[in-house]
């Protein structure tokens, strides 16, 4: 019989033909969901910590700091959120220029007489009293950054006038229209949430499985400061009652976007997704009055999600308006000779 040219079958048993599968190298060890989840130190991001206390009162504000030279990035986080979530973003901004970040009153580690009065008023005065406790009458130049309620309290604080070193504003995700209609919904959003933890691991992970943040390295160093643990329960809570807050609401975003509007500095509105503008802010970006950008394949807290992105637009901002004493130079960005 002919020969077929096909290599003989190994007998049965033997050791020369090892089985296809030896050659797949062993899966590497997978972290378990309390070392994944586990929480990160303020301190591998910013520089330092600080509290402020406010003269004639109990408040003391919690500050995180980083970076010696430039223009202040200060810092104002959103409803539930703390200083904390701008910490990614804030490793790479202070390369360039300074970075403060506030625990607003009834958020992270900042303490007050009253820490349900979240009115937009009062968190106003609050961050202009900050301000003025640190930099006293020369406060260097600053550009104010706003995420959600802290855009709203940033386009507030703006308008005052009170800052006459203000050199520029930065919104993150926030419009009147779509933050207004959504207000309504609020109370089911947050009783819908999942209220209690019996460790920080869970409601770190509980955060980005549950689609609130999408940076697990984020969600691992900004999630912690906004729990407190519950004795009586024994288990993890939300640090903010936002529920027991509700009347302010309306008051952090109505006429809000006649008021950025008004603001008499460089302006930049950042947008997770395709955000729709409402009337006022459309014919004012048709008008030039404010720099948009939409940033993609993000959720509602662009800094965290995507840190790295965010701080390239807040260095950009600053550089394109030389805002600061000497500006802060990107290497390959084109400034134009003239801002209109």
């Known amino acids: 019989m002919e020969s077929s040219g096909l290599p003989p079958l190994p007998e049965e048993g033997s050791d020369n033909h090892p089985s296809a599968f030896s050659s797949i190298p062993d899966r590497p060890a997978t972290k378990t969901s309390a070392e994944k989840y586990s929480p ?9 910590e600080d509290d402020v206390a406010i003269l004639g009162s109990n408040d003391v504000f ?23 979530s701008f910490a990614l973003a804030a490793s790479e901004i202070k390369e360039k220029t300074r970075v403060v970040a506030m625990d607003l009153r009834g958020h992270g ?18 961050v202009v009293v900050v301000l003025k406790t640190l930099y006293g009458d020369s406060p260097p130049a600053i550009v104010l950054v706003g995420h959600s309620m802290g855009g709203s309290v940033a386009v507030h604080v703006a308008i005052k006038k009170v800052i006459p070193s203000l050199a520029g504003l930065i919104v993150v995700d926030v419009v009147e229209g779509t933050a207004m209609a959504s207000l309504i919904h609020m109370q089911k959003i947050l009783s819908n949430r999942m209220q209690h933890f019996h460790a920080i691991e ?23 400061p906004t729990l407190k643990y519950d004795d009586a329960k024994k288990c993890y809570t939300y640090r903010t009652r936002l529920e027991e807050t509700e009347q302010y609401w309306k008051g952090w975003y109505e006429g809000l976007s006649e008021k950025f509007l008004s603001c008499p500095v460089p302006k930049l509105l950042l947008l997770a997704g395709t955000d729709r503008l409402d009337r006022t802010l459309t014919i004012g970006q048709m008008q030039g009055k404010f720099q948009m950008v939409v940033v993609r394949h993000t959720g509602h807290a662009i800094q965290e999600d995507v840190p790295d992105e965010f701080a390239s637009l807040v260095l950009n901002f600053i550089s394109r308006n030389r805002l600061g004493p000497h500006g802060v130079e990107i290497p390959g960005l084109r400034r134009p000779s003239q801002q209109s």
């Open 40 to 48: 990160l130190e303020w301190s591998g991001y910013f520089d330092q």
């Open 62 to 84: 919690h500050l995180y700091m980083a970076g010696s030279q430039g223009p202040v990035v200060f810092c104002l986080h959103g409803g539930g959120y703390s200083g904390l």
């Open 109 to 126: 580690k900042s303490s007050t007489d009253n820490d349900l009065d979240l009115s937009v008023e009062t968190l106003c005065n609050d």
């Open 202 to 224: 869970k409601a770190i992970e509980w955060s980005v499985k549950g689609g609130s943040l999408r940076n697990i390295e984020s969600a691992r160093v900004s999630v912690p």
